[in-house]
């Protein structure tokens, strides 16, 4: 697998995200001892950039990577999460915590549930309105001074809030959504902002901080770049489980399905070309964004884990950058 660099360590160019393993999606598919063994799979084909939080799950995603990284602990970048608190993981309610106080004891817990004595990458995982970024960014580059964090991240952040942060700290990495149907870290929305709860920085859009990143010596990761799984082909409104968490988004019903469909057959034909996989192909546009791009895609199944791989691989053409770029907009707001 082709590698990139993280802070002068080389990771696989694809990473994985945990997340759906413990929370979210397709709950029947959950299986502990399963996660563990794909965890440890995955470090073997050289998948090593691993990313959890606090709030998947409640803990519990954290304690399966601390399972799985058992004498496996030197060959990864593990990265966590704090600031954003699970309330009630059936109604994926949750609210955000930026105070000092809760970044060191989140912090403490997870280095607990993750069998770790420091958390490669720590990330806030969503800004607390109500806490000033300075108050809470501060509180996480003690962690760093103290040497139970090694670099820190942003998640879904506005370039602004990055260059404030940065200006006290440096930023590592931004963790935002980002695939051929969200654009917005971009700073080309085209109807995928909107609020979410707990969970969207509000409509505003962005700006370019993909962009930011790259001129700041910072790694841009894009979580979902499968679109949660509508790239691949494979999802459509009859195939969610009742509780899956993209049910309820309205991108995910059944007429935005359909719409969205143009973006898939794009994909498809791409992928045609290639001889390769749709998911390969969306993975791989990701990559095409900048040398300083890790993707986190998420599985649960050995298979996909392979084929998720198989993208850093995967050279796209001018002509296919040019083409898969001028996708038609997502019909729907992301949450």
């Not at 994985?16 to 393993?21: K, Y």
């Not at 700041?216 to 409104?237: H, K, Q, Y």
């Not at 969306?282 to 300083?292: E, K, N, R, S």
Request: charged residues 25%; contains cysteine.
């Amino acid at each position: 697998m082709r590698t990139r660099e993280f802070k002068g360590t080389r990771v696989g160019g694809v990473g994985l995200g945990l997340m759906g393993m413990s929370w979210a999606y397709s709950a029947s598919e959950r299986d502990d001892a399963r996660s563990v063994e794909l965890i440890r799979e995955a470090v073997g084909l050289g998948v090593t950039f691993l990313d959890t939080a606090q709030a998947y799950g409640g803990g519990h995603n954290e304690e399966l990577a601390g399972r799985a990284l058992k004498g496996l602990r030197d060959q990864v970048v593990v990265a966590t999460k704090t600031g954003l608190v699970m309330d009630e993981a059936e109604t994926y309610a949750m609210h955000r915590d930026g105070t000092p106080d809760h970044v060191r004891r989140s912090a403490e817990e997870s280095l607990r549930r993750l069998g770790t004595d420091a958390v490669d990458l720590y990330y806030l995982h969503r800004v607390d309105p109500e806490v000033p970024l300075a108050e809470t960014w501060g509180a996480m580059a003690e962690l760093v001074a103290e040497g139970k964090v090694r670099h820190l991240g942003l998640s879904e952040v506005t370039r602004d809030q990055a260059a404030e942060a940065h200006a006290i700290h440096p930023v590592a990495a931004v963790q935002s959504e980002l695939s051929l149907w969200t654009r917005d870290a971009q700073g080309t929305p085209g109807g995928s902002a909107g609020g979410g709860g707990g969970l969207t920085g509000g409509a505003e859009g962005p700006g370019d901080v993909v962009g930011w990143c790259a001129a700041n010596d910072a790694v841009f990761v894009p979580f979902s770049p499968l679109g949660r799984g509508f790239l691949t082909g494979a999802v459509t409104a009859s195939s969610l489980e009742e509780g899956d968490f993209r049910a309820s988004q309205p991108r995910f019903q059944e007429e935005a399905l359909r719409e969205n469909q143009r973006i898939v057959d794009v994909v498809r034909r791409v992928a045609q070309r290639h001889g390769t996989t749709p998911a390969r192909v969306a993975i791989a546009w990701t990559l095409a964004q900048g040398d300083h791009v890790i993707p986190i895609p998420g599985t649960k199944k050995s298979a996909y884990l392979r084929d998720n791989a198989g993208a850093a691989d995967l050279v796209l053409s001018a002509e296919d950058l040019r083409e898969l770029d001028e996708v038609p907009s997502a019909t729907g707001s992301r949450y």
